[in-house]
């Protein structure tokens, strides 16, 4: 299993970025997927979730109205769009997934970092 993120960087506060998670090594339309980020000093939080099929989404109430994740299981890749960034959106965000049945392993990117920064 491989999850590799890509897409972060230095943005000025109110701007936009699109993170990518690209999957390998597991049947991905079988998996919900989801995005956590962790700033320095604090603990990982978990930001959005969608599931398999990409019926259902949910969010952090901090992020509410501003990130929309989504998925395209032909690629294999999920994504999380960012807008109207703020200083506080500064960490690490990592993809992440568990695997439906058990044994339900827990698997994680290598994280990319988004820096919001005027």
């Known amino acids: 299993v491989q999850l590799v993120e890509s897409g972060g960087g230095l943005v000025q506060p109110g701007g936009s970025l699109r993170l990518s998670c690209a999957a390998s090594?597991?049947?991905?339309?079988?998996?919900?997927m989801n995005w956590y980020r962790q700033a320095p000093g604090k603990e990982r939080e978990l930001v959005a979730i969608?599931?398999?099929?990409?019926?259902?989404?949910n969010y952090a109430d901090s992020v509410k109205g501003r990130f929309t994740i989504s998925r395209d299981n032909a690629k294999k890749a999920v994504y999380l769009q960012m807008n109207s960034l703020k200083p506080d959106d500064t960490a690490v965000y990592y993809c992440?997934?568990?695997?439906?049945?058990?044994?339900?392993?827990?698997?994680w990117g290598q994280g990319t970092q988004v820096t919001v920064s005027p």
């Open positions: 969608i599931t398999n099929t990409g019926g259902y989404t």
């Open positions: 090594g597991f049947t991905f339309s079988s998996y919900d």
């Open positions: 992440n997934t568990r695997r439906p049945v058990s044994p339900q392993y827990v698997y």
